[in-house]
């Protein structure tokens, strides 16, 4: 209950103990501790809840200040960039005073907020309106190219740089009659806001912010079970999981009967020789039928790119079995690359997908890493980035696999994760072209400098900082181009070495030989260039690299040391822009 664990033991003097950290707490304090969770729930002012309980007013405050802040911290990291249709207006808190209303009120608390239309809401305390002061919330907190709605205050003058700027003129009426334009969703925040800080009778300017995060997690989580989030929250995750584990294995032809055969017996050897299966913690076990995922608490889906975008069979038939039945596994995506319809990654595409379909009752988590399966299998620790938008998805992940040798580092940047695996692959492809035509030095320039352009993407999905490190992004690049992946082989065929695709060294490769070899060795590198290339071009991204590999890889350029040549070039630009500075 304070570590995550869902074991406790009752001890002799009738206190509730962890079988895991150990640590204890009597019966009677856990029974109050509740019902003052059950007060928060109901919105009871504290000291109205300790008169009622005839508790101290103190020690009811203390579980007040530390759900509020709890929901502090995890509402920032819920607060992943918006997108689509985004409404945005600017309210003040501070009850009634003499004087001006609305904007330039004195001695109030301006408080500016962002929703998502059919989405989440996000909002901010601000130190004044300026465009600089709401501008730059916007940057940080929506992704460029959506639809912004706002009215005709003077501050939004400049969002038509980031995308469609559409404004509605409250002086005249809540929508406009002609184009139907409106911001009555963030209107209704504010009112749904001062409804329940009402019950307050006032709050301090300090301690205002952590009501208002209050305030925004209880509009977003609206459709949830609020007072079960709330114990979560307070007590840690307590289980109702029962450590089932399946991972789906799609049977196609002879080979994969008798790899389904090996791996429902659990045999070691079967997981060593497989490039792409994982070693299972205790309690898992393999299925042939797709349909027992129903039954299963976490699913892990494992397949080919092509076979898991979100216009496909198997994304579809999860979501009606989640929208028409009671099946509400914590689905983990272990597949790498973009969907093919929506030119996103895989985890962003699923995300969106099961949001649109699902109304938020999925649970999805997306698992990234330098993490090979002959390593698992030999007992190495082994280190992954799990993603999700929901804290507890990542707690319960981390449990599975808490006695195991994966070690699992969790975040909430989901596009970030689920880009680390395109830009990875796309770049083993350059790092094997080089190792044949580039001397071996020019090796680790390489490889920074596609660290460089790694970060130069992220940073326009809207990734954090911090993903750009993590074993997701960084450290898988760095450890699949240091052996021998499907990937890295293909970039060492397109520069004409002996591969284990063709024997013939040497050779010029052809754009139709080479679309030939990605296409029957699923090179899921070689459709990452491909929308990454299209991504950058629309955008215009200074990436040198990603265009090299471009023409190498998807337009079979001729001259066997253009990609080398492309990097030259660019390592000369750089250099000369450095002595440019010194000078």
């Known amino acids: 209950m304070w570590c995550g664990s869902y074991k406790v033991t009752r001890t002799a003097r009738g206190y509730v103990k962890c079988r895991l950290c150990r640590k204890q707490k009597s019966l009677k304090m856990i029974r109050q501790e ?16 300790a008169s009622d309980l005839g508790k101290n007013y103190q020690a009811v405050t203390r579980v007040y200040q530390k759900l509020r802040l709890s929901l502090y911290h995890i509402t920032e990291l819920e607060g992943a960039k918006l997108s689509g249709e985004i409404e945005m207006d600017e309210s003040y808190f501070g009850g009634r005073r003499k004087g001006k209303r609305g904007r330039g009120a004195k001695g109030k608390s301006i408080v500016f907020g962002l929703l998502e239309r059919d989405g989440r809401v996000y909002t901010r305390v601000v130190e004044g309106v300026s465009a600089d002061d709401l501008m ?39 929508v406009d009659k002609k184009t139907k334009n409106h911001i009555n969703g963030i209107e209704g925040f504010w009112s749904f806001a001062k409804h329940i800080l009402y019950n307050y009778r006032g709050v301090s300017k300090y301690h205002f912010p952590m009501y208002l995060k209050e305030v925004e997690y209880r509009f977003n989580h609206r459709k949830e079970n609020l007072f079960k989030l709330f114990l979560t929250t307070y007590f840690g995750y307590v289980s109702n999981y029962k ?30 020789n497989l490039p792409h299966k994982i070693s299972m913690p205790s309690g898992a076990e393999y299925i042939a039928d797709i349909g027992t995922i129903r039954e ?34 914590i689905l983990v995506m272990l597949s790498k ?33 330098p993490t090979f399966a002959h390593d698992l299998a030999d007992g190495k620790l082994c280190v992954a980035s799990i993603a999700s938008r929901g804290p507890a998805v990542i707690r319960a992940i981390k449990r599975i696999f808490r006695k195991t040798n994966l070690r699992l580092i969790g975040t909430d940047d989901v596009s970030g994760v689920s880009l ?50 993590s074993p997701a992004v960084k450290d898988d690049f760095l450890y699949t181009v240091s052996g ?3 990937n890295r082989e293909f970039g060492r065929f397109i520069a004409g070495a002996k591969t284990y695709f063709k024997d013939d060294d040497g050779k010029y490769r052809s754009r139709a030989e080479i679309e030939e070899v ?22 215009s991204l200074r990436v040198p690299l990603l265009y090299g590999i471009y023409a190498l890889a998807c337009l079979g350029a001729c001259p066997p040391r253009l990609f080398y040549t492309i990097w030259y070039q660019n390592a000369k630009t750089r250099y000369l822009n450095k002595r440019t500075k010194e000078a």
């Not at 400049?158 to 509605?168: E, F, I, N, P």
């Not at 020019?442 to 954090?464: Q, V």
């Not at 990605?518 to 955008?539: C, D, H, M, W």
Request: hydrophobic share 40%; proline share 3%.
């Open 518 to 539: 990605a296409r029957a060795n699923t090179v899921e590198g070689f459709e990452s260039v491909r929308v990454l290339y299209k991504i950058a071009q629309e955008n």
């Open 34 to 49: 509740i019902a003052i969770v059950t007060g928060f729930y109901q919105q009871q002012p504290a000291y109205r809840l």
């Open 484 to 486: 021998s992946s499907r």
């Open 243 to 272: 450590n089932k584990i399946i991972y789906w294995v799609p049977i196609n032809t002879s080979e994969d009967v008798k790899l389904f055969v090996e791996l429902s017996q659990n045999s070691a050897e079967a997981v060593q």
């Open 296 to 329: 299963a608490d976490i699913a892990f889906v494992a397949v080919a790119a092509k076979y898991a975008g979100t216009k496909g069979w198997l994304c579809k038939r999860i979501c009606d079995w989640i929208v028409y039945t009671d099946c509400k596994p």
């Open 136 to 174: 730059s919330v916007i940057r940080k907190k929506t992704r460029k190219g959506s639809v912004y709605y706002s009215d005709t205050f003077r501050s939004y003058n400049s969002l038509k740089r980031l995308g469609k700027h559409l404004t509605v003129n409250h002086s005249k009426s809540m």
């Open 420 to 469: 680390g695996g395109c830009l990875k692959n796309a770049g083993a492809i350059g790092d094997g072209y080089m190792d044949v035509v580039a001397p071996s030095e020019e090796l680790p320039k390489y490889r920074r400098m596609w660290l460089g352009e790694m970060k130069t993407i992220l940073d326009f999905f809207g990734a954090a900082e911090r993903t750009l490190h």
């Open 337 to 369: 690359g973009f969907d093919a319809d929506s030119a996103m990654p895989l985890g962003m595409a699923w995300v969106k997908k099961l949001e649109e379909r699902t109304g938020g009752k999925a649970k999805f988590a997306v698992l990234s890493g």
